[in-house]
């Protein structure tokens, strides 16, 4: 197997499993209305963090890094929405 097809393999299995590691906790957050155990500035950070992580996979051209983060950042958006409304 060529170095680069293992290289992007590493890559598309990072990106799904840091993007699937919030949809449990967006469920909850829907489902249960309650937000008291999250950090806002948490959340903060880590919503800059996927934009400037889905900037870089657009300019350097990288699906995997464009996909997770296009997938990841309206599931914590919808955390961070549900923080704000609900405290």
């Given at each position: 197997m060529p170095?680069?097809?293992?290289?992007?393999?590493i890559g598309v299995a990072a990106a799904i499993l840091t993007t699937l590691c919030w949809v449990p906790q967006a469920?909850?957050?829907l489902r249960d209305r309650d937000t008291?155990?999250?950090?806002?500035?948490?959340f903060?950070?880590?919503?800059?963090?996927?934009?400037?992580w889905l900037t870089?996979?657009?300019l350097i051209g990288s699906w995997?890094?464009?996909?997770?983060?296009?997938i990841s950042l309206p599931l914590n958006l919808a955390i961070l929405g549900m923080k704000l409304k609900y405290g």
């Open positions: 170095t680069f097809v293992l290289i992007e393999m469920i909850k957050v008291s155990s999250l950090s806002l500035a948490t903060l950070v880590l919503i800059a963090g996927i934009i400037l870089y996979g657009i995997p890094i464009i996909l997770s983060n296009v």
